[in-house]
């Protein structure tokens, strides 16, 4: 069956830097846009991110542009995270979400992983 199971978040200090993982099984990975998306304590989700079936479009929200980048290496069916200059409103968290291939629409989310970003 279709799975995405987040991993790498945990705690870090403001300015330092973390890197999510979102492994994919049970589906053709390469076939699948993936987002990040997070949802922070009392809060709204909200997207973070956008990586291309093969990895060369990338899109960004405007809070985390410049900070986080995505990435994709369709052989290890795994999307990355990597957030530097963590701030303490980037405390969320963390879920990748799986696009209907040639769709927008979502149609499988992971567990979550959380983030905090704390002195």
């Known amino acids: 069956q279709v799975q995405l199971v987040e991993s790498g978040g945990g705690l870090a200090q403001p300015g330092g830097s973390l890197r999510l993982s979102c492994r994919a099984s049970g589906f053709t990975f390469s076939s699948h846009v993936i987002k990040w998306n997070r949802q922070a304590p009392g809060k709204g989700l909200e997207w973070v991110s956008t990586?291309?079936?093969?990895?060369?479009?990338?899109y960004y929200a405007d809070a985390v542009k410049g900070r986080f980048t995505i990435a994709r290496d369709n052989a290890k069916n795994t999307v990355y995270l990597q957030m530097n200059n963590l701030k303490p409103e980037d405390t969320a968290v963390y879920f990748c979400?799986?696009?209907?291939?040639?769709?927008?629409?979502?149609?499988?989310w992971g567990q979550g992983t959380q983030v905090t970003v704390s002195s």
């Open positions: 990586i291309s079936e093969d990895g060369y479009d990338t």
């Open positions: 979400a799986r696009l209907k291939a040639g769709k927008s629409e979502y149609d499988y």
